[in-house]
């Protein structure tokens, strides 16, 4: 079954430091690999993707990812972490082939302290 | 900008009642999505359209139908709405082409009594 993990529900992380997201993925083909973010109550907002070439992209806010396709991995990163970066991320695949369908994780939640 | 407008930001309607969740977008785009959010799920894709009246089940699809009658227009029905409905739904949008990102909408909180 194709599916898409982030094993941490939440990860909490101090204002200035880095922090990581992490996103790991099975599916069948060369899939293409998104990022999105969710504030309370609002719709989800694209970050970043990888659809090929240089495995490290980077997107909004400062925010970049690292496609590791031995590890099959997808993590979301950023060097300082800010209190407004507080927030639901979801990582999501669209796998490889003709459809277009896409899979989400289940979320983690960034928790930034002061 | 991308507008992908979801009909009501929050419902709430009685058990066995049909409930319509309408979404329209101002992009052209042919893929259409329906997802229900709720806590420690994540995102799960109940049915999904790539032209119009074209549609295909997602992972979730029991107890729901759609509609797409138009290009810029997808509808979620409940048939006969039941408690364990209440969620959170979301409405994407995509071009065509597969390596382009969803655009979403605000969501629809729907609480059924």
């Known amino acids: 079954a194709q599916s898409v993990a982030q094993p941490e529900d939440q990860v909490n992380v101090a204002e200035g430091n880095p922090l990581t997201v992490k996103c790991t993925y099975s599916v069948s083909g060369n899939p293409y690999l998104f990022w999105y973010v969710q504030y309370p109550n609002r719709g989800l907002q694209f970050l970043l993707k990888y659809i090929t070439g240089d495995n490290l992209v980077k997107g909004s806010y400062g925010f970049e990812a690292e496609f590791n396709k031995s590890q099959t991995s997808f993590h979301l990163k950023k060097p300082s972490a800010l209190v407004s970066d507080s927030a639901l991320y979801f990582c999501?695949?669209?796998?490889?082939?003709?459809?277009?369908?896409?899979?989400f994780g289940t979320g983690t939640l960034l928790a930034v302290q002061p | 900008d991308v507008k992908v407008t979801q009909s009501s930001r929050y419902l709430v309607k009685r058990t066995g009642e049909k409930v319509f969740l309408e979404c329209v977008q101002d992009?052209?785009?042919?893929?259409m999505f329906w997802y229900r959010q709720d806590p420690g799920l994540g995102l799960r894709l109940i049915y999904f359209s790539y032209d119009v009246k074209m549609k295909e089940k997602g992972d979730i699809p029991e107890g729901y139908s759609v509609s797409r009658e138009k290009k810029e227009r997808f509808s979620l029905i409940l048939e006969s709405a039941s408690t364990n409905q209440t969620s959170m739904y979301l409405c994407?949008?995509?071009?065509?082409?597969?390596?382009?990102?969803?655009?979403f909408g605000q969501g629809t909180r729907l609480t059924v009594v």
């Open positions: 999501a695949v669209r796998p490889g082939g003709a459809t277009n369908k896409l899979i």
């Open positions: 994407a949008i995509s071009p065509g082409q597969g390596r382009s990102e969803a655009f």
């Open positions: 992009m052209d785009h042919e893929n």
